[in-house]
């Protein structure tokens, strides 16, 4: 066992997550993500994706596994048809099969879209279709209340995210430096609404790309936007498990991958490219994410931090950005969860 797994031994999760990207075709361009979406590359050939998902099963050693599927965006108008839902079952079937083939205790498949669509009985049809094989089946959605939207668009989110409300797994608010400075103006958005109407919100670190200048926070704006979420909304993920758990397992699931033309990595879909690369101060790697995790327990000394135990630590790739503005000279999960302490929270 090397010093990596040494020190995260008792923090991987249990599950195993999958990211499976089977195409980059979206009816939205959101300016942080990094993906092609003219490009129309792995729509007519989704079912190829199960040779990869079968390669990375071969060689799975947990026992739980959850399959994010996703784009693009799986069901825009433009290209959701009859064929394509009919694709996305026999996709969720073969996984199901896998699944038995390769003895897993529990698989399930979260459809991952904008909710930016109106073809609602296809969706429904699939979930329908997925669960009668077995298979635990949800939504998983995102608000983004800075760049995602244009109006007509968040009222056609909102009305989905009440049509499919109890298919909805959760959903993920992205920290990027927009969205951070306008939760910060403590508005009552959509957000606010479906918080307090109990739905599971986690927050998703925003991962730079060549373009991360305008996204990226600064470790003050992350803390910030964590004190403030500790404040008013203290069952966000992951504040909640920082307040109420004794012990977290690392918030990266270290996601195993599949890319639209098939190929095969750990979360360094963003740096593929030269240029995504270069932004980076580790060497990347596409199967192992060893090199950035080591970089980051090296470079916060986790493994002697008091509070260790119950930190997730954070994305290793945005650690790892090599324009990161750093202000303070202590680590910002320190910083938050001595604010935690410190307001008797724990
Ligand atoms: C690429 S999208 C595809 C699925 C669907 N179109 C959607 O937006 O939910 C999947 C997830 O990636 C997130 N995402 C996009 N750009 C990102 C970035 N640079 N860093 C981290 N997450 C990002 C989105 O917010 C979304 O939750
Ligand atoms: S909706 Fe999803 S895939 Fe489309 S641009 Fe936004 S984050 Fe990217
Ligand atoms: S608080 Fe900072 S130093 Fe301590 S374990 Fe978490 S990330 Fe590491």
Redesign the pocket.
């Known amino acids: 066992m090397d010093l990596v797994d040494f020190i995260l031994r008792d923090k991987r999760d249990k599950q195993q997550e999958y990211t499976i ?1 089977l195409f980059e075709f ?1 009816n ?1 361009s ?1 300016p ?4 092609d979406h003219d490009n129309i590359v792995g729509i007519d050939t989704v079912l190829d994706k199960l040779e990869s998902i079968e390669k990375f099963f071969q060689k799975e050693m947990r026992k739980h596994v959850v399959l994010n599927i ?5 069901f825009a108008d433009e290209i959701f048809d009859e064929k394509l839902k009919n694709d996305y079952i026999s996709l969720a079937q073969g996984i199901t099969d896998l699944g038995k083939k390769y003895k897993f205790e529990s698989i399930g498949i979260n459809w ?3 909710l930016v669509i109106s073809k609602r009985d296809y969706v429904r049809d699939l979930l329908k279709a997925c669960r009668d094989m077995g298979c635990k089946s949800k939504l ?3 608000y ?1 209340p800075r760049g ?1 939207f244009n109006k007509p668009n968040l009222e056609i989110f909102k009305e989905n995210v009440y049509d499919f409300w109890d298919d909805l797994e959760g959903i ?1 608010v ?1 920290l990027t430096k927009s969205n951070i400075k306008y939760w910060l103006s403590d508005p009552k958005d959509f957000m606010h609404e479906l918080y307090h109407k109990g739905v599971k919100v986690y927050a ?6 060549c373009q991360a200048e305008r ?1 990226m926070p600064t470790d003050k704006e992350h803390y910030d936007i964590f004190t403030h979420f500790i404040d008013k909304y203290p069952k966000i993920e992951p504040i909640r498990s920082w307040i109420e758990n004794e012990r977290n397992v690392v918030s990266c699931r270290s996601s195993k991958l599949v890319l639209e033309d098939g190929t095969m990595c750990l979360c360094g879909n ?1 740096v593929q490219e030269p240029r995504d690369k270069a932004m980076y101060k580790t060497d990347i790697q596409k199967a192992n994410n060893k090199p950035i995790e080591k970089a980051f327990l090296e470079k916060y000394n986790c493994s002697t931090c008091e509070y260790f135990h119950r930190c997730t630590l954070g994305c290793f790739m945005a650690h790892d950005y090599k324009y990161a503005e750093e202000v303070f000279d202590e680590c910002v999960y320190k910083m938050t969860h001595r604010y935690i302490e410190n307001k008797g929270l724990r």
Do not use: A, K
Request: hydrophobic share 30%.
């Open positions: 990207h979206c939205l959101c942080f993500c990094w993906q996703m784009g693009g965006e799986i991952v879209t904008n998983v959605t995102s983004d995602r993920g992205l998703d670190y925003y991962m730079p790309d996204s963003l």
